[in-house]
């Protein structure tokens, strides 16, 4: 069924808003734990269980039988692997720079994909994700001023990475929100130890920033949803990229960081790459 101009101007005010919000949540949490106010181990399983809590009333119908595939926790692990290291990259990294390291999942979606499920592959879409990849490295500088901690950022794309993959290849195991379910609730059981290991002491500043890493966190993810109700994928695709720039914009506007000419070279490449990739037919 084609697409009306309406349906996609939604679509693309939602998709705006969810790649506002999902930033938004990383924020809170960098406030939490560059703050002194929660660990990273903390923040990443405050985030699996509010959100667990959020979809389990629309969910839980039906989505029992999926915790006995050994595939999902598969799936969850990496989740919590990628949430975890960003959290570790954000106590000491700008935002900006740690959501540009991080943009190397879409790569490690994209070899895997080709890799283990086959898909197809084609010169110029290989052509771009590398020069994607070259765009991470101005971001990261391994060896050469970059900051160690970006390796986590990178880190957690790289889990990312493997999550989308392993998304789309059990994609027929359940409905979105019976697998986000899944994710959330096995990731809040994969990284309870951690979160309990240091509790962090009780206040008002503490739990609006939890919850609030939460909640954006959750919504953007959400909102996704209703965006791809509006619109095909593959033209809302490219907007994915806003998280960027919602990213330098809350880092400057909240943290008062600016990047430095390198950063915004790699943010240019990477942003750029993703958009052509994102536009070609094939």
Request: hydrophobic share 60%; proline share 6%.
């Amino acid at each position: 069924m084609p697409v009306t101009a309406g349906a996609m101007v939604r679509a693309v005010m939602i998709m705006f808003v969810a790649m506002s919000m999902i930033p938004a949540g990383d924020l809170c949490g960098k406030l939490l734990t560059s703050g002194g106010l929660a660990t990273p181990g903390f923040v990443a399983w405050s985030r699996f269980a509010i959100g667990t809590v959020l979809v389990l009333p629309f969910a839980w119908r039906g989505a029992w039988p999926l915790f006995a595939d050994w595939r999902l926790w598969l799936r969850a692990a990496l989740l919590s692997g990628g949430i975890l290291s960003i959290q570790i990259a954000l106590k000491t990294e700008p935002l900006a720079d740690v959501f540009a390291a991080f943009f190397i999942g879409p790569i490690v979606s994209y070899v895997l994909s080709v890799l283990l499920l086959r898909e197809a592959v084609t010169p110029a879409r290989s052509l771009l994700m590398a020069l994607g990849f070259c765009g991470v490295l101005l971001v990261v500088r391994p060896g050469l001023g970059g900051s160690a901690n970006l390796i986590w950022a990178a880190a957690a794309g790289v889990c990312y990475g493997g999550f989308l993959t392993s998304s789309r290849w059990l994609s027929h195991l359940g409905t979105p929100l019976q697998l986000s379910l899944t994710q959330l609730s096995i990731s809040a059981l994969l990284t309870l130890p951690l979160g309990l290991a240091a509790l962090p002491a009780p206040s008002l500043p503490t739990a609006a920033l939890t919850f609030g890493s939460a909640g954006f966190s959750m919504l953007g993810n959400l909102l996704l949803l209703f965006a791809y109700a509006q619109a095909p994928a593959s033209r809302l695709a490219p907007l994915i990229y806003f998280q960027l720039i919602a990213a330098v914009s809350l880092g400057w506007w909240v943290l008062d960081q600016w990047p430095d000419a390198l950063t915004w070279a790699g943010l240019a490449v990477v942003i750029g790459a993703g958009l052509l990739s994102a536009g070609l037919r094939r």
